[in-house]
């Protein structure tokens, strides 16, 4: 090989480093608000005057803009690049967090919801494709963890940013200049994102155009993460009001119960995903599935909030596990060609499953009793973890299916 070769193969090599560590920090950055949204939003839309289905809506909102559009998104990753996707997604995050501090009044949060809604689809969807062109099959799902550990990470911190700003001023006061921070970060993130993320689509060879398309195994995926989403879904929402009936009223007693899990999502999922890398996708992927369900089955009849906080960190070592060696297999059974329809099509279903879940849980916990969501979420984990086993072939390379 000739220095020449030598000094250009370095240079992919750093550029694809680059490239990887800035999308890492970019989706760290970006992701300071989510750990408060789900706090803040519903008390602030309520000062507003908005009532229960308004709130529901604003959540609602989000999940509709982005189930509809990660398809299409994902077919336009895939025929006119990653990078300028990433960026209009930082972009679109960015604009919801300034819509999110000039809102007074319920107008405005929708469309700071509806424009959040937009940035995942975007950010995550090139996010998920980029980790996926640039890391190798061997170390695919330990990337995977990196971006979503900091993730969890960015969300944790921006908790703590988020709630000492409201604890020293007034929700009305603290709002704006929440989300102005959280704005700010975003800026940065943008700025870097210019500056340190370069295209990481292939060139189709003409003649294998069009010849990959979604596998079977992939299908299956998708029908998995549906079921096992929705039946997750439907007991997310309800577990706070849950364990406040069980419990305590106090919101801040129930976060602290679960900043062993926070913690181990923030630091643990690249870490197991290189298990997953070793050990393969599929037993990683049954682990998270069976021990979400245990977890579920067991939480109705927990005694105190140190048994929840140790079953929550347990399901997050769990699950820390699985989703990286989960979000590696669609890399791994997709076509190269069709990643980003691949990521697109497997978040659609997880976000149909998000869409229908609350409803069903809803309706059981109401008519059924306070445990049957979670009774009804074990079982379907458990056959979800049934159906990996017996569905999925687990690939190392990419599938070119005819």
């Not at 819509?99 to 996010?127: D, E, H, K, N, V």
């Not at 990337?143 to 988020?162: H, K, M, P, Q, T």
């Amino acid at each position: 090989m000739s220095p020449h070769e030598t000094s250009y193969g370095g240079r992919i090599v750093q550029e694809r480093r680059r490239t990887l560590n800035t999308v890492r920090r970019a989706v760290f950055l970006v992701s300071f608000p989510f750990g408060i949204l789900a706090f803040v939003l519903p008390v602030y839309a309520r000062r507003l005057g908005a009532g229960a289905l308004e709130i529901g809506g604003l959540f609602s909102a989000f999940t509709l803009m982005a189930v509809v559009t990660r398809p299409l998104v994902g077919r336009v990753l895939d025929r006119f690049g990653r990078r300028p996707f990433f960026l209009a997604g930082i972009g679109c995050y960015l604009l919801s967090q300034v819509l999110f501090a000039l809102s007074r009044g319920m107008g405005l949060l929708y469309l700071a919801r509806i424009t959040q809604g937009l940035g995942a689809s975007l950010l995550w969807l090139s996010a998920y494709t980029i980790v996926a062109d640039l890391v190798s099959e061997t170390k695919r799902a330990g990337g995977f963890g990196r971006v979503d550990e900091l993730s969890a990470r960015g969300a944790l911190y921006g908790a703590f940013l988020g709630f000492t700003i409201l604890g020293l001023l007034k929700l009305w006061t603290g709002w704006p200049m929440m989300f102005g921070s959280y704005a700010l970060l975003s800026v940065w993130a943008l700025w870097e994102a210019r500056q340190g993320v370069a295209e990481s689509r292939q060139e189709m060879p003409l003649a294998s155009a069009g010849g990959n398309r979604l596998s079977r195994p992939l299908l299956f995926l998708m029908l998995i993460v549906f079921l096992t989403g929705a039946s997750s879904a439907a007991v997310r929402p309800l577990l706070m009001v849950f364990l406040q009936d069980r419990f305590t009223t106090d919101v801040g007693m129930l976060a602290l119960a679960f900043i062993p899990a926070a913690l181990a999502y923030s630091f643990l999922p690249s870490r197991l995903g290189r298990v997953g890398d070793r050990v393969g996708r599929k037993p990683m992927m049954i682990l998270g599935l069976l021990a979400g369900g245990m977890v579920s089955l067991l939480i109705p009849g927990v005694p105190d909030l140190g048994h929840l906080a140790f079953l929550w960190a347990l399901e997050a070592v769990c699950f820390s596990a699985s989703l990286p060696a989960e979000r590696a297999l669609v890399a791994d059974v997709a076509g190269w060609d069709v990643r980003g329809t691949a990521y697109g099509c497997y978040t659609m279903a997880s976000g149909l499953g998000a869409t229908v879940g609350p409803f069903l849980g809803g309706w059981l916990y109401d008519v059924h009793g306070h445990a049957s969501p979670f009774y009804l979420n074990a079982l379907v984990l458990f056959l979800g973890a049934s159906l990996v086993a017996l569905l999925i072939r687990e690939h190392r390379t990419p599938l070119k299916v005819e």
